[in-house]
């Protein structure tokens, strides 16, 4: 799995199971289908991150496997079938221990680089 | 949780694109811009849906289908390099698991005793020096006094003994059948306690009734008694008459015990009585090594009980040397043949190897035909180690079959070399097919077919498909060639190892088969006669000696009759001689003795060199005289022994009146030892009891084959006496020669067969090789003679890199065997392990097969049109 950046750089790959964990934050906000849950990591990064729909599918469908989501035909905003996932108990559970991973990644990388320098 | 349908995750991309178009045009897109907006940004479908499928299968699983069913598609298209692969591997694989099959029955299999690993022969090792053929030799047997002695002592072994099986003549039995040949072992008590054995019926015997007595017990085996008492419980103690006389069946044994050996069909009581006073007899012991005892306690426990034994001895009895070696039963069996076996196992596996390598040429060859078809697959989207199982797939499959079709042959493989070996090796009987086998077959398909698939394979995987594509797949031709050249002169080098060792062996056939055995045993009958009724001995005298030789002899076409105490090159039971001494030969127990009827040598065919041979007026109460052969005759150093008087058994004065030839008389490759024959009428021992005409070996000398005369001698010996049979082991005493060298023949027909299966193998890998050549240089060819080169420099261009395979290969060969057979001394006769005529006429046979197999395809470099050659790209 890979999330594409904006900047004209080729692939350049993310640290694994960001797209996992991105996935379960978009759905903290209540059931979302797979396009929807794309266009919110699009739009809350501020368009940074795209997502590779060819990563998404797999990657829910991974989740649904090991239980940490579920999933349901049901019918969008505009009346279309749509195939909806839901957050599961213990998702929850692994979004709080993937969450705080991240951050304690981010701030220890934080770390190491600095203080920005101005240019980058 | 259910699994999803591939319909279910379609239509959820499906929705995800309709959702982002609707999306897209609420942004303010039109509908047709929004939609290839909305596929655009999902990016591959198919892809997707690829991944989520792969995602959801057991891929493996899937992708070996696929892999199958294309690789059988791949061999079906070129059916030529799929039967000579799969014909290679057969062969390869087919020869591998018959050996496996012999050497598992015979080295690997527990014998059926418990703990069959404790029980232990006691070996006394006699040095060269103190034997006269100056050949070290094993001695199994012991004193029957000091194995008692032993016994007693011993505490770390438990102890029993049995003798050499005899064969008796079982009377006609209840069902009315013919009085049988059966064999059978006298056991002491202690036996089945050692063995480890339960009687099936009954019980065995005990220590009281290891004596003699009017009516000794007696202990049938399973087949024994199934195949003459219809397995009648009402068996045991009952009566049976063996040689005349009468035995009480005491117990059964289970159907498989086989003690010493598959054909014993009876037991009999071992006497443990002291021998009395001068009397000498041996015995075989056969220990336990009791629990927390090892081999090498057992063996110092015992050679000191020995040491102190003898130390009593007078000096002149000292004979053996004390010190006891202690071998496990099985080791000691096999002991003849281990060496031979090991040797045929790396050649079949050197064979094994030949045939890989042969795949590998065929594989790589094929596969550079191919490289366009894998560079399309790689520009698909095949990975290389998805490419890497897809070859390796097609090498299992073709091992697979190879693997089926080997075992096919291997069936074969086995009966053959059971007919042709179960004389010569023990526990052959046991071999077969069975599971331990087949897993063994498959695991070597297997395991070669990864052998010979993954140099190709990663040779091919190798290298990008822009690089393949573009250049037409030549671009890594010249590592592949590389591998091939390695390829072909390690097979060549393992072919003339091959064809080196079984020159050798094959050279020590012919030369062993050349040796004079000293008699002519052609048209000669052997046999024995079997009684079932005690004779009288009066009449047995009469009978062997005028009457019985008197109508063998005027049988039509038969011009001589004997017999003997012994014939050559048959092996004896039992066998005890007199003391011979005044004799200039240093060492006691020999020379052996022998009793012969008048006519033995004219019968036997074995030369007169000097003085007379028997005649009539040497009777009873006669001067006795003796005849010695020509190496007796060498230990009287320049005098002449005629006249020469010696004494048998101790103070019988008998005078040497002829010299004869020497005769082989234990084997082919044992040189003849010195002898005395007496004159049966003036014998001593042999035939002065009851048991006589069991002992004794008749010859029949006629004008026709030897065979052609068994249903006349069976007659008359059917008339003569009452109830007697001819024994089994009658044979021509050409056949009995011929037997004798099996062993040597067997493995020189072995790995003979190997030698020419490797060099014809050898031969289609050089075919091969120069052939590809051939072909790849066409074109270059072609410019070689619009440029004027003459057919003799291309067919030279074409040969020269074969044959300066085929000549590394073999030197390389010749080095390996120079170190190599070494293994194969003992297995020698009359030659040396570096024998120079086999070193130099094998690498030069085969170099002569190898300008041949090159020469074939090269003559097509100087048959290339320039004009097709250069349009051939």
Same mark, same amino acid.
């Given at each position: 799995m890979s999330i594409r950046k904006r900047a004209d750089r080729e692939y350049s790959a993310l640290l694994q199971g960001t797209l996992d964990l991105l996935i379960l934050r978009t759905l903290i906000q209540g059931p979302q289908h797979g396009q929807g849950i794309a266009r919110a990591i699009q739009e809350q990064s501020e368009r940074v991150l795209i997502v590779d729909h060819g990563s998404l599918y797999p990657a829910l469908q991974r989740l649904e496997e090991r239980g940490f989501i579920d999933a349901d035909w049901g019918t969008s905003e505009n009346n279309r079938k749509a195939r909806f996932y839901t957050l599961t108990r213990k998702g929850r559970a692994e979004l709080t221990r993937e969450e705080s991973e991240w951050r304690r990644i981010v701030s220890a990388v934080g770390r190491i680089l600095g203080p920005a320098s101005g240019k980058a | 949780m259910d699994r999803r349908r591939d319909e279910d995750f379609s239509a959820e991309i499906r929705s995800h694109i309709e959702l982002e178009t609707e999306r897209l045009i609420s942004d303010g897109m039109a509908p047709e811009e929004a939609r290839a907006a909305a596929v655009r940004q999902f990016g591959n479908v198919t892809a997707a849906e690829e991944r989520f499928y792969e995602s959801r299968r057991i891929l493996w699983m899937d992708q070996l289908l696929q892999d199958l069913r294309y690789a059988w598609r791949g061999l079906r298209q070129s059916p030529a390099f799929a039967i000579v692969a799969v014909l290679t591997l057969a062969l390869g694989i087919g020869a591998t698991t018959a050996i496996f099959s012999i050497v598992k029955a015979v080295l690997l299999e527990p014998m059926p005793y418990y703990q069959p690993d404790r029980l232990v022969h006691l070996i006394q090792n006699l040095p060269a020096t103190m034997t006269i053929d100056a050949r070290p030799r094993r001695i199994v047997a012991m004193d029957l006094e000091e194995f008692l002695h032993l016994q007693k002592q011993t505490t770390t072994l438990q102890l029993a003994a049995y003798d050499d099986r005899r064969e008796v003549t079982l009377a006609g039995t209840a069902g009315g059948n013919e009085p049988v040949r059966i064999v059978g072992t006298p056991v002491s008590a202690a036996m089945l306690q050692v063995l480890g054995v339960q009687p099936l019926r009954g019980r065995f015997f005990t220590s009281d009734e290891e004596r003699p007595d009017p009516e000794q017990p007696v202990i049938l085996s399973y087949a024994a008694w199934r195949r003459y008492? *219809? *397995?009648?419980?009402?068996?045991?103690n009952q009566t049976v008459q063996l040689d005349g006389r009468l035995y009480r069946v005491i117990g059964i044994m289970p159907a498989s015990f086989e003690f010493p050996d598959p054909v014993s069909d009876f037991w009999i009581p071992l006497d443990? *009585?002291?021998?009395?006073?001068g009397e000498i007899r041996s015995v075989v012991p056969l220990g336990r090594l009791k629990d927390g005892s090892e081999v090498s306690a057992a063996a110092s426990e015992a050679s000191a009980i020995m040491e102190q034994l003898r130390?009593?001895?007078?000096?002149?009895?000292?004979?053996?040397?004390s010190q006891i070696e202690v071998v496990a039963v099985k080791d000691e069996l096999v002991r003849p043949v281990r060496p031979a076996l090991l040797v045929l196992m790396i050649a079949v596996a050197f064979v094994l190897l030949i045939a890989c390598s042969n795949v590998v040429s065929l594989l790589l060859a094929r596969g550079t035909a191919r490289r366009s078809e894998r560079a399309l697959r790689a520009a698909l989207g095949a990975g290389r180690g998805r490419l890497i199982r897809q070859a390796l797939t097609e090498s299992c499959l073709l091992g697979l079959l190879g693997g089926i079709a080997g075992i096919v042959l291997s069936y074969g493989g086995v009966q053959l070399l059971r007919n042709l070996a179960s004389d010569y090796v023990p526990r052959l009987r046991g071999s077969g097919i069975d599971i331990p086998v087949l897993v063994f077959a498959l695991a070597v398909s297997i395991l070669t077919s990864l052998l010979f698939g993954l140099i190709p394979a990663v040779q091919f995987s190798r290298g990008s498909h822009a690089e393949l594509i573009k250049t037409g797949g030549s671009g890594k031709a010249s590592a592949r060639q590389r591998t091939r050249s390695l390829i072909i002169v390690a097979e060549t080098a393992m072919a003339v190892v091959l064809l080196i060792g079984g020159g050798l062996l094959i050279r020590s056939f012919l030369k062993l088969s050349g040796v004079d055995v000293g008699f002519d045993p052609r048209n000669v009958l052997a046999f024995q006669v079997a009684l079932s009724q005690p004779v009288n001995r009066n009449m047995l005298a009469e009978t062997m000696t005028e009457e019985f030789q008197t109508r063998l002899k005027a049988l039509p076409g038969v011009t001589a009759v004997a017999f003997s105490n012994a014939l050559p090159l048959i092996p004896r039971n039992g066998f005890s001689q007199p003391r011979i001494e $005044?004799?200039? +030969?240093? +060492? *006691?127990? +020999?020379?052996e003795y022998r009793e012969v009827s008048r006519e033995y040598f004219a019968a036997m065919g074995i030369r007169l060199l000097d003085g007379r041979s028997f005649n /009539?007026? /040497? $009777?009873? $109460?006669r001067p006795r005289v003796a005849v010695i052969n020509k190496t007796m005759a060498g230990y009287f150093g320049n005098e002449n022994p005629i006249g020469k008087t010696i004494r048998v058994s101790t103070d019988n004065e008998v005078e040497i009146v002829g010299i004869v030839n020497d005769i082989h008389d234990q084997a082919l490759n044992v040189d003849p030892r010195p002898q005395v024959y007496l004159h049966v009428r003036q014998a001593f021992a042999s035939f002065r009891n009851a048991q006589a005409l069991n002992w004794a070996y008749f010859v029949v000398r006629g004008e026709r084959a030897a065979e052609s005369m068994i249903p006349a001698v069976r007659g008359i010996v059917g008339q003569m006496i009452p109830g007697a049979t001819l024994r089994l082991n009658v044979a021509g005493m050409e056949s009995v020669v011929w037997k004798s060298i099996g062993r040597p023949r067997l493995y020189a027909v072995l790995l003979g067969i190997f030698g020419i299966v490797a060099v014809v193998l050898a031969m289609i890998g050089i075919y091969g090789v120069t052939n590809y050549s051939v072909a790849q240089r066409t074109r270059e060819m072609g410019i070689r003679i619009a440029l004027g080169a003459t057919p003799r420099e291309m067919l030279s261009l074409a040969l020269r890199h074969s044959l300066m395979l085929a000549i590394l290969g073999i030197g390389a060969g010749f080095s390996a065997a120079a170190l190599l057979t070494k293994y194969l001394e003992g297995m020698l006769f009359g030659l040396t392990t570096m024998d120079t005529m086999t070193f130099l006429l094998a690498p030069a046979s085969f170099a002569l097969t190898a300008v041949v197999a090159a020469w074939i395809p090269a003559r097509r470099a100087t048959r290339v049109d320039p004009l097709i050659s250069l349009r051939h790209e």
């Open positions: - | 008492f *219809a *397995a009648s419980e009402g068996l045991l443990m *009585a002291h021998p009395a006073q130390g009593t001895y007078p000096a002149e009895r000292v004979l053996l040397p $005044g004799t200039p +030969i240093p +060492i *006691a127990g +020999i020379p /009539d007026a /040497d $009777g009873p $109460g």
